[in-house]
């Protein structure tokens, strides 16, 4: 039967789809190996140890830039005007979390391509000799380029949680903890994106500093974790839509995409190959592959949880 | 003294008839595929033989503090010397953002322009001539009224100082300015 008033199809209240859920995985990825590798180049440089060359430096000076690009490209794709984009970088309204988010990007891509130049200097002085005097600036600023970079990593692992939280009617979204989960699942995938791409292409020895990034994977899961569960207990104390939003777990396709996807595959997965497998796992090649797959494709899961579940429920 | 347009609904005497809906298409040339207004009929509540009707009005709520606008990237949502909650179309960029934002569900985008659209209370037209909106003026019950609450003499101050009148979603803090009158049966849901 149709409504005397007319058609529902305009109200349907998931209005960002998948393509954001992606951009927001590719964002968290990006600033999340940015984060990571830069905190181990810190902690190597504190222990006196030479930091050239690290195999997951070098995963990370190729995801960072390809992902933040791509989801770049996925963003602008997903605009209603999307060859009149230009018009979010000449207006800025501070009181929007995505003015701040396009403030961070435009100081953060173009640092993570020079963090990527410096990694890869030797090839790149050899292919384009043009760039020696830049490069040669750039090495220079190093120090304090790391910690710009890493600053505005934070900002970028941030940002995308407060953009979905400034959303004052979805009770799920709604919360101070969704910046916080962002982020810790962000550094979860970035350390995962980290050890997959230098064990499939820079790991000579194949557990080439992969330890020290395994070290972080516990307290991440464990703060992500706890997000989790500080989210849905949250909701279930805020009032009657915000409890009527705990069902996204219960009940629904989304919450098999909770269970198996951003608990099985993202955390218990991760957690229990690290606990349980026998040492001599541990440094595999397919091990290695496996469970990062694994973590990732859980953090992409959280992403579309977060995005579908959170948007289907409206106070 | 500013103006401060608002807007009120008596859900006592709307019929949900749809005449603003049809008037509020004719007069702003909403593509077939949306609408910027619409009544929704919802029960009936109450028990047989004290049953009602509740007639919702579902248009934009042009909120003082406006969620769309807060969140708007660019700045194309805003709100207007005159109050009403607005958009330049030629800031927008089609981001969905205040399509999200919005606690009442009311944006839109239009598929002629691919920007996002809703009820300006016909400022361009009708309320630039002197006139009230589309749907005030056809509405065959005078259920809508419509005026500036900021002259205590305009049939809406009156309206608003002596009827019971409630604002939906009054606790997320944005302050509608539509006004509604409950239904004299029943509870009031906001």
Same mark, same amino acid.
């Given at each position: 039967?149709?409504?005397?008033?007319?058609?529902?199809?305009?109200?349907?209240?998931?209005?960002?789809?998948?393509?954001?859920?992606?951009?927001?995985?590719?964002?968290?990825?990006?600033?999340?190996?940015?984060?990571?590798?830069?905190?181990?180049?810190?902690?190597?440089?504190?222990?006196?140890?030479?930091?050239?060359?690290?195999?997951?430096?070098?995963?990370?000076?190729?995801?960072?830039?390809?992902?933040?690009?791509?989801?770049?490209?996925?963003?602008?794709?997903?605009?209603?005007?999307?060859?009149?984009?230009?018009?979010?970088?000449?207006?800025?309204?501070?009181?929007?979390?995505?003015?701040?988010?396009?403030?961070?990007?435009?100081?953060?891509?173009?640092?993570?391509?020079?963090?990527?130049?410096?990694?890869?200097?030797?090839?790149?002085?050899?292919?384009?000799?043009?760039?020696?005097?830049?490069?040669?600036?750039?090495?220079?600023?190093?120090?304090?380029?790391?910690?710009?970079?890493?600053?505005?990593?934070?900002?970028?692992?941030?940002?995308?949680?407060?953009?979905?939280?400034?959303?004052?009617?979805?009770?799920?979204?709604?919360?101070?903890?969704?910046?916080?989960?962002?982020?810790?699942?962000?550094?979860?995938?970035?350390?995962?994106?980290?050890?997959?791409?230098?064990?499939?292409?820079?790991?000579?020895?194949?557990?080439?500093?992969?330890?020290?990034?395994?070290?972080?994977?516990?307290?991440?899961? /464990?703060?992500?974790?706890?997000?989790?569960?500080? &989210?849905? +207990?949250? #909701?279930?104390? !805020?009032?009657? =839509?915000? *409890?009527?939003?705990?069902?996204?777990?219960?009940?629904?396709?989304?919450?098999?995409? /909770?269970?198996?996807?951003?608990?099985?595959?993202? &955390?218990? +997965?991760? #957690?229990?190959? !690290?606990?349980? =497998?026998? *040492?001599?796992?541990?440094?595999?090649?397919?091990?290695?592959?496996?469970?990062?797959?694994?973590?990732?494709?859980?953090?992409?899961?959280?992403?579309?949880?977060?995005?579908?579940?959170?948007?289907?429920?409206?106070? | 003294?500013?103006?401060?347009?608002?807007?009120?609904?008596?859900?006592?005497?709307?019929?949900?008839?749809?005449?603003?809906?049809?008037?509020?298409?004719?007069?702003?040339?909403?593509?077939?595929?949306?609408?910027?207004?619409?009544?929704?009929?919802?029960?009936?509540?109450?028990?047989?033989?004290?049953?009602?009707?509740?007639?919702?009005?579902?248009?934009?709520?042009?909120?003082?503090?406006?969620?769309?606008?807060?969140?708007?990237?660019?700045?194309?949502?805003?709100?207007?010397?005159?109050?009403?909650?607005?958009?330049?179309?030629?800031?927008?960029?089609?981001?969905?953002?205040?399509?999200?934002?919005?606690?009442?569900?009311?944006?839109?985008?239009?598929?002629?322009?691919?920007?996002?659209?809703?009820?300006?209370?016909?400022?361009?037209?009708?309320?630039?001539?002197?006139?009230?909106?589309?749907?005030?003026?056809?509405?065959?019950?005078?259920?809508?009224?419509?005026?500036?609450?900021?002259?205590?003499?305009?049939?809406?101050?009156?309206?608003?100082?002596?009827?019971?009148?409630?604002?939906?979603?009054?606790?997320?803090?944005?302050?509608?300015?539509?006004?509604?009158?409950?239904?004299?049966?029943?509870?009031?849901?906001?």
């Amino acid at each position: 039967m149709n409504n005397i008033w007319g058609s529902m199809e305009q109200y349907d209240p998931v209005v960002w789809n998948w393509i954001i859920a992606v951009y927001l995985f590719m964002a968290g990825l990006s600033a999340g190996s940015m984060l990571v590798a830069i905190g181990l180049k810190w902690y190597k440089q504190s222990r006196g140890l030479p930091t050239e060359g690290l195999p997951v430096v070098k995963a990370a000076a190729v995801i960072a830039p390809v992902s933040i690009c791509l989801g770049m490209a996925l963003l602008v794709l997903d605009l209603t005007k999307p060859f009149e984009f230009y018009h979010i970088l000449l207006n800025y309204n501070l009181t929007s979390v995505m003015a701040w988010g396009v403030i961070a990007l435009l100081v953060y891509i173009p640092l993570v391509f020079v963090f990527a130049g410096l990694v890869f200097e030797e090839p790149i002085r050899r292919c384009v000799p043009a760039l020696n005097g830049v490069l040669k600036v750039c090495r220079s600023l190093e120090g304090s380029l790391n910690k710009l970079i890493f600053a505005l990593a934070l900002c970028v692992g941030v940002y995308t949680g407060f953009l979905l939280s400034a959303m004052i009617s979805y009770p799920i979204l709604n919360t101070a903890v969704l910046p916080a989960l962002f982020l810790a699942s962000a550094l979860s995938a970035g350390s995962a994106g980290n050890i997959l791409v230098a064990t499939l292409f820079f790991s000579k020895k194949e557990s080439d500093c992969i330890e020290q990034v395994h070290r972080i994977e516990y307290p991440v899961a /464990f703060n992500e974790a706890l997000c989790l569960v500080l &989210l849905f +207990v949250g #909701l279930n104390f !805020s009032g009657p =839509a915000a *409890q009527a939003a705990t069902s996204a777990i219960t009940s629904g396709a989304w919450a098999s995409v /909770f269970w198996l996807g951003v608990v099985g595959l993202g &955390l218990v +997965v991760p #957690l229990s190959a !690290s606990l349980f =497998a026998p *040492q001599s796992w541990k440094h595999s090649k397919g091990f290695l592959v496996t469970v990062s797959c694994s973590t990732i494709l859980g953090v992409l899961a959280l992403r579309h949880f977060v995005v579908y579940a959170g948007q289907s429920y409206i106070s | 003294m500013t103006k401060r347009y608002v807007l009120v609904h008596d859900e006592n005497k709307c019929i949900g008839c749809q005449a603003c809906n049809v008037a509020c298409r004719s007069e702003n040339n909403v593509p077939e595929s949306v609408t910027r207004i619409q009544v929704r009929i919802e029960g009936p509540h109450g028990n047989f033989p004290n049953l009602h009707f509740k007639y919702n009005r579902v248009s934009c709520e042009q909120c003082e503090n406006a969620p769309c606008v807060k969140v708007c990237p660019t700045g194309a949502a805003y709100v207007a010397d005159d109050g009403i909650v607005s958009i330049n179309e030629k800031k927008c960029v089609g981001c969905l953002y205040c399509v999200a934002a919005c606690p009442y569900k009311v944006r839109f985008i239009n598929p002629d322009t691919k920007v996002p659209d809703k009820c300006d209370f016909c400022k361009k037209t009708r309320l630039a001539r002197g006139e009230s909106p589309a749907c005030v003026s056809v509405c065959p019950t005078d259920a809508l009224c419509f005026g500036d609450a900021n002259d205590p003499q305009s049939e809406v101050s009156q309206l608003l100082d002596t009827k019971t009148n409630y604002q939906q979603k009054a606790n997320l803090g944005t302050q509608p300015r539509v006004y509604r009158i409950p239904s004299r049966k029943g509870g009031i849901k906001a």
